[in-house]
């Protein structure tokens, strides 16, 4: 489609990837960020977390850092309005969609930033758990590991956080995060504060 936001097209791409059997990561996150910087005119770059991002990858992303930040406020939002539907009509089409991020290029921040995107599946449509299923059971379906990751059960492995809130209930719930457990090994939240210091 590149750049020809038309929804009924996007719904016909859909219709044929989801009967071919290929997998979405619809990464809105990416190009959020990309507005984000655009309508901050670059302010968005020194927000808290990007010290967590590689130094290097950061040297080589300067061109892009200022020309996003010259470009003006409601820069490329139509499209990103585009995504979000699109993204809704990719799930009613049946494509499978597993969450992505691209955590560590541009300004796209690791670990934390997934939740991020996960809200924007909801905000375009797709219900709390179905949003989770993008990446949980979704990601594991595509690698051939659905029999050890990707839920909470007897024989899998056990890699998973404890939250303060029901994500069914509220998406954003992701961000409070108590406890993870991976590997075998628990974190709470000072472990985990550790970690990230």
Request: hydrophobic residues 40%.
């Amino acid at each position: 489609l590149r750049d020809e936001l038309n929804i009924e097209k996007a719904r016909q791409l859909a219709q044929t990837i989801a009967q071919s059997g290929n997998v979405v990561s619809p990464t809105l996150l990416a190009h959020r960020n990309l507005i984000e910087v655009a309508n901050s005119d670059g302010e968005f770059l020194k927000r808290p977390g990007t010290e967590l991002l590689n130094p290097f990858v950061s040297e080589i992303e300067q061109e892009s850092y200022a020309f996003w930040s010259a470009q003006p406020q409601g820069a490329r939002a139509a499209q990103d309005a585009f995504y979000s539907a699109a993204t809704k009509v990719f799930h009613e089409e049946g494509v499978t969609l597993v969450a992505g991020t691209d955590a560590g290029i541009f300004t796209n921040i690791p670990g934390q930033y997934l939740h991020r995107e996960l809200g924007f599946y909801v905000e375009a449509g797709l219900s709390p758990h179905e949003a989770l299923v993008t990446a949980t059971i979704n990601p594991a379906k595509t690698l051939g590991t659905q029999d050890s990751v990707g839920q909470i059960k007897t024989g899998f492995r056990a890699d998973f956080i404890i939250l303060d809130q029901n994500p069914l209930q509220d998406i954003t719930a992701l961000s409070s995060i108590s406890g993870l457990m991976v590997n075998g090994q628990w974190f709470d939240q000072p472990a985990l504060a550790a970690l990230r210091d």
